[in-house]
DNA sequence: GCCCAGGGGGCTC
DNA sequence: GAGCCCCATGGG
């Protein structure tokens, strides 16, 4: 079997078992694209529980727009989302891109969505604030882009069972599963949270096996015991 | 009380 | 381009 084939069994053994396992996870199911693109935003280095106090803040106060978050100070920005901690850093981002948003695309998501996927992620790593991780969530979970989502817990995950992305960047795992794959958001949108549900349950950095993990077969068992990470 | 968890920016060499 | 530090909280 070529090595392309065996990938790709592989990567669709494991959404198979994530999805047996675990069920669909409904990430972001019917949400407004700008309050998603918030939530990536708010949710890098932290939990999404964090987030979801902060988003309900910032909903009650009604600054789940673009021009509400332009207009407000960062300092007021920073109190309400406190719970998601770097709380000053990531209120200048968030203005950062609400600035964006105003100057290259009138406020409009659907403009935004509009334009070739690669050359808007290109755009969107130029703006304070997003990088390769956020970039591809707001493509994937806001715009529902066909754009696979690279994190900790995915780069963990394929290194334990012995899939070799051909690298350690981040470019390296996504074309892993997206020359993979066929090129379908539902389909990127689920395993991705499959993989962080994974991540949070068994993968996480210093548990060294996963006794209790759907893939702990296909996984390299006995380096793990020995403690690598 | 302490250790651990997730991304991104900015600086240095 | 790699290595390092900074940003801060919440959970176990």
Not at 127 to 131: A, K, L, S
């Given at each position: 079997m070529s090595r392309l084939t065996a990938e790709k069994q592989s990567l669709l053994e494991i959404y198979r078992r994530l999805f047996a396992h675990f069920g669909p996870q409904h990430w972001w199911p019917a949400e407004e694209p700008f309050e998603v693109i918030v939530g990536a935003i708010l949710t890098q280095s932290t939990t999404w529980t964090s987030v979801e106090k902060a988003i309900s803040n910032l909903k009650k106060a009604g600054l789940l727009s673009p021009a509400a978050l332009r207009s407000i100070p960062a300092g007021k920005l920073a109190e309400l989302i406190h719970s998601c901690g770097y709380f000053n850093a990531k209120a200048v981002k968030l203005k950062a891109f609400a600035e964006w948003l105003g100057v290259q695309y009138h406020d409009s998501l659907q403009e935004m969505f509009a334009r070739d996927t690669l050359e808007l992620r290109d755009e969107l790593l130029q703006?304070?604030?997003?990088?390769e991780e956020t970039a591809d969530s707001i493509l994937l979970y806001a715009g529902n882009k066909p754009v696979f989502v690279i994190d900790a817990y995915t780069r963990r995950i394929i290194e334990r069972t012995g899939i070799n992305p051909g690298g350690q960047k981040y470019r390296h795992y996504q074309e892993l599963f997206m020359r993979n794959l066929p090129p379908d958001a539902a389909m990127f949108n689920e395993y991705h949270a499959l993989l962080v549900a994974l991540g949070k349950n068994v993968c996480r950095k210093r548990n060294p096996l996963c006794d209790h993990c759907c893939l702990r077969d296909i996984c390299g068992y006995a380096s793990f015991k020995r403690g690598r990470t």
């Open positions: 703006v304070h604030g997003i990088g």
